[in-house]
C-alpha cells in the first residue's frame, strides 16, 4: 500500500451551511459508543435545527439516551429501526464502530437497502471507524458497485472521548478530492481539523501510524514515572520536568498516568482498544513489509495488561499500575 498525494489541512469552514439556498437535510449515524454518542450529539446540535439525525445502535438504551437528551431540546432525531432505514432516510451516513467485523455487517445491511433518495445529492458514507486499510477498501468498493451508487471515505479520529466532547477531534481523510468541500462541512462540526490524507486508505493509514507511536509512548512514559517515582523523586515535579524538557509527549502531557490513577484509571481510551490498533499497525506493517522494531513487545505488554484483573478495561494508561507504580487495585 502507498499514499503519495500530498497532505492538506483544511480548516473548518467559518460558514458551515447557507440558510439561504441548502434543503433541510437528513443525517444518518450509526453507533452511539464512548467516541460515537458525543460526536452526534455534536452533530445533531451544530447542524440546522430543521435538519433530522437519523440514529442506530444495537444499545437501544444509548438510543434512549440520546433521544431523552438532545430530543427535547433540539428536535428532529430519529431512531432508525434498523439499518436499512437509516440509509433510506439520510443523504450522508457515518459510522463509529468498534471492530472491522462490526463495519462488515453494518455495511452489508446498508446495501440491502431501497435506495430511495434522500434529497437531490448522492448517497456519502463517512466510516469513523478504527479498522485495517484492506476491510475499508473492500467495504468502500463495495459501496461504489452496489446500486445504492454511492460514495465511500475513511475518516477515523484522534482526540480521544474528551475531543469527542468537546467538538475538537482531528479527523484523518481518505478520499477522492472531489468529495472534499462536502465531507468538511459536516465534519467540521465535529472537530477542529480535517486532514485530508491522500486517496481512499489513507486516512487510515495515517490513524494506524500515529496510534503505533502512541501505544509505544504510553509505555515509555508509565516507565519512566515509574522509574522516577522509584528514585525517589515526587511524581507531579517528574511529570512538571518532562514537560518542559525533550522527553514531553501526549502521554506525559495531556494523559499522564499519575493523573488517570486519580480517576481509578477508568474513561479514556480503553486498554482493549489500544491493542486492538496496535495490532492493526503491526498487520499493515507486514502487509508492506514496513520494519516495527518496538511493535510485538508492545503487543505484549498490553496483552499483559488486558489480561491482569486490576487493569481490564481501564484506560490503556493503566500500563503504568500494571508496572507496579500505582498500587491500588481497586
Not at 195 to 203: S, T
Not at 208 to 215: A, D, F, H
Not at 269 to 298: C, H, N, P, Q, Y
Request: proline content about 4%; glycine content about 10%.
Amino acid at each position: 500500500m502507498s499514499f503519495l498525494r500530498p497532505r492538506h489541512l483544511l480548516p473548518p469552514s467559518k460558514r458551515l451551511f447557507s440558510t439561504s439556498t441548502r434543503r433541510d437535510a437528513t443525517w444518518g449515524f450509526v453507533g452511539l459508543g464512548q467516541m460515537g454518542y458525543p460526536m452526534a450529539r455534536n452533530l445533531r446540535v451544530k447542524a440546522p435545527a430543521n435538519d433530522t439525525l437519523v440514529i442506530f445502535d444495537v444499545n437501544k438504551d444509548a438510543t434512549k439516551r440520546f433521544v431523552d437528551e438532545l430530543g427535547v431540546t433540539s428536535g428532529n432525531v430519529v431512531v432508525a429501526g434498523g439499518l436499512e432505514e437509516v440509509v433510506d432516510r439520510s443523504g450522508t451516513i457515518l459510522t463509529m464502530l468498534p471492530e472491522p467485523r462490526h463495519v462488515k455487517s453494518a455495511f452489508n445491511s446498508f446495501l440491502n437497502a431501497s435506495s430511495s433518495p434522500a434529497g437531490k445529492e448522492q448517497k456519502l458514507f463517512i466510516d469513523c471507524s478504527t479498522i485495517d486499510i484492506s476491510t475499508s477498501l473492500f467495504v468502500g468498493k463495495s459501496v461504489c458497485e452496489s446500486s445504492l451508487n454511492g460514495r465511500f471515505v475513511d475518516a477515523p479520529v484522534s482526540g480521544g472521548t474528551v475531543g469527542a466532547a468537546a467538538g475538537t477531534l482531528t479527523f484523518m481523510v481518505g478520499s477522492e478530492p472531489a468529495l472534499l468541500p462536502r465531507i468538511t462541512r459536516l465534519l467540521s462540526l465535529m472537530g477542529s481539523r480535517v486532514i485530508h490524507c491522500g486517496p481512499p486508505g489513507a486516512g487510515l493509514a495515517g490513524k494506524l501510524s500515529n496510534n503505533y507511536l502512541l501505544s509505544i509512548s504510553n509505555i515509555a512514559t508509565a516507565e519512566a514515572m515509574n522509574l522516577g517515582v522509584k528514585l525517589g523523586l515526587d511524581s507531579k515535579v517528574l511529570k512538571d520536568l518532562i514537560n518542559v524538557s525533550s522527553g514531553r509527549c501526549w502521554s506525559s502531557e495531556i494523559n499522564n498516568p499519575v493523573d488517570t490513577a486519580q480517576r481509578e484509571f477508568k474513561g479514556g481510551f480503553g486498554v482493549s482498544l489500544m491493542k486492538k490498533d496496535l495490532k492493526l499497525a503491526i498487520r499493515a506493517a507486514e502487509e508492506t513489509g514496513a520494519k516495527l522494531a518496538m511493535g510485538e513487545r508492545a503487543r505484549e505488554v498490553y496483552e499483559a495488561v488486558e489480561g491482569t484483573e486490576e487493569c481490564k478495561g481501564r484506560d490503556f494508561s493503566v500500563v503504568y499500575r500494571w508496572l507496579g507504580g500505582d498500587q491500588r487495585k481497586k
